[in-house]
């Protein structure tokens, strides 16, 4: 019952967080009138990601204890929590005034939508797959926590690694899970399948619903029939192991992709249709190819590949042919990793964990 609390305190100032970096993210870009609280905490879920991938890869090359990330981390992360407070908080009050407001308005949209939220949460909570996946998954967090260390050993045998493995060394969030874990005493097994899950699905939600509103002219009924329109989508789609690969094994990093970065750049690049020089949704492309750097390895040909879909109907469209160096800006850190992989690959690179 105990790391129960602890797995919920943690999803709690993970959101805490994700709603610091994406406020502050509007704000840095002036663009305090969008503020809504679907919208802020996905930004800032790609943010605080990116910047975290920045910290935490350099100190995983240079085998630095995990609890010098834990630190390190911890402070940038209240400071930022903090300065969000100072400067954002009469956002907040506003933003949370018209939430309220809007749920009075249309009080069978509102209660749909928690309806719709609950039950998937409650099936991430009891659902639990045991698979060699998810025991990489939940070891490579145990194996850091306890020895602290940044993924220098091997999560099925335990033995040390001689070198890091390129197809994971980039990846980093499962280091964040681990930072919880040493902060916050969370097990790695409630933190990885328990609290972890359910944070990124409620995120999803928040994700789809505010897509459904762009769709759908701000119409809330029809946004919560979209969003349970995704959910139908996810399970009854003709390959499980794409579809609900989001519900089942939401602790991976490919589900976070498919389910989370994907789905926000539709999103974004709805945005740019009506406006593709706006800096801040480019801005966000470049924070979602980092981030998900963080995410998962496969980033770095699914995320190019994506926002390329996306940019070619614009360069047709407007007929500006500067697009394409946003477009090259935008996915640098994929394309990074990208070139990382096949060095290491080729044998030019030997990353060593020792």
């Not at 350099?58 to 630190?71: F, K, N, R």
């Not at 911890?74 to 009469?90: D, E, H, P």
Request: proline letters at 3%; aromatic letters at 16%; hydrophobic letters at 55%.
């Amino acid at each position: 019952m105990t790391q129960l609390f602890l797995g919920a305190v943690s999803s709690i100032v993970h959101l805490l967080f994700f709603l610091a970096f994406g406020s502050l993210t509007l704000t840095i870009f002036r663009r305090k009138k969008e503020f809504n609280f679907f919208l802020v905490p996905v930004v800032g879920f790609f943010v605080y990601y990116g910047c975290f991938e920045i910290l935490a890869f350099p100190m995983t090359l240079l085998l630095v204890p995990l609890h010098i990330l834990t630190i390190a981390w911890g402070i940038i992360s209240l400071v930022v929590l903090a300065a969000a407070a100072f400067f954002c908080a009469g956002i907040w009050r506003k933003a949370a005034k018209a939430l309220l407001k809007s749920v009075r308005e249309d009080k069978a949209a509102a209660t749909g939508f928690l309806i719709l939220v609950a039950v998937q949460l409650l099936f991430a909570a009891i659902y639990n797959l045991n698979s060699p996946d998810a025991a990489y998954y939940v070891g490579n967090i145990s194996t850091s926590v306890y020895t602290d260390t940044m993924g220098r050993y091997n999560p099925y045998t335990g033995r040390m690694l001689s070198n890091f493995n390129v197809r994971y060394v980039t990846a980093t969030y499962y280091l964040e899970q681990a930072v919880f874990c040493q902060a916050l005493k969370v097990h790695p097994m409630v933190q990885a399948k328990t609290a972890f899950p359910m944070l990124i699905l409620f995120l999803c939600n928040l994700l789809y619903y505010q897509i459904g509103k762009e769709l759908f002219s701000s119409k809330r009924k029809k946004a919560v029939a979209f969003a349970c329109g995704v959910l139908f989508f996810w399970i009854m789609t003709a390959n499980p192991a794409v579809g609900a690969f989001l519900y089942y094994r939401t602790f991976e990093g490919k589900a976070i992709l498919h389910g989370l970065a994907l789905p926000w750049l539709l999103l974004i690049f709805l945005k740019l249709y009506r406006n593709e020089r706006d800096r801040f949704w480019w801005f966000q492309i470049f924070a979602v190819s980092l981030g998900s750097v963080t995410i998962s390895t496969s980033s770095m040909t699914l995320i190019p590949a994506a926002v390329l879909a996306g940019t070619v109907p614009l360069l047709f469209l407007r007929k500006r042919w500067s697009l394409c160096g946003h477009y090259a800006a935008s996915v640098i850190p994929d394309i990074l990793v990208l070139i990382l992989y096949v060095s290491v690959n080729a044998g030019f690179l030997r990353l060593s964990a020792r």
